[in-house]
Nanobody, 123 residues
């Protein structure tokens, strides 16, 4: 049974950092692309970052490039999203997702979703 459990969200001020974690179970990370999608109320869903299954290559949305870093720990089956220099526009629910096999990772065709974790950036 595939499960994705996020943690690490919270309320921070602009310029601060957060690290999100996604504990995966029911599969191993090196066979699937994992990533993060965010959605704020009234806004469109946005693919934030993804890490490719075979070589760990990473992709980022332009809005977070240079500020966010995705990584994975194959041994603990956990994916992380380090978020630095946070801005109010980063406020959203962040979902850990597993992409469908046979698709390009950066297409963000999610097959499984976590429950989401709220990130709020406000002064």
């Amino acid at each position: 049974q595939v499960q994705l459990v996020e943690s690490g969200g919270g309320l921070v001020q602009p310029g601060e950092s957060l690290r999100l974690s996604c504990a995966a179970s029911g599969f191993t990370l090196d066979y699937y692309c994992l990533g993060w999608i965010r959605q704020d109320s009234g806004k469109e869903r946005e693919g934030v970052s993804v890490i490719r299954s075979d070589d760990g290559h990473t992709f980022y949305a332009d809005s977070v490039k240079g500020r966010f870093t995705i990584s994975r720990d194959i041994f603990t089956n956990t994916v992380y999203l380090q978020m630095d220099s946070l801005k109010p526009e980063d406020t959203a629910v962040y979902y850990c997702v597993r992409m469908k096999t046979g698709t390009d990772c950066w297409a963000y065709e999610a097959e499984y979703w976590g429950q989401g974790t709220q990130v709020t950036v406000s002064s």
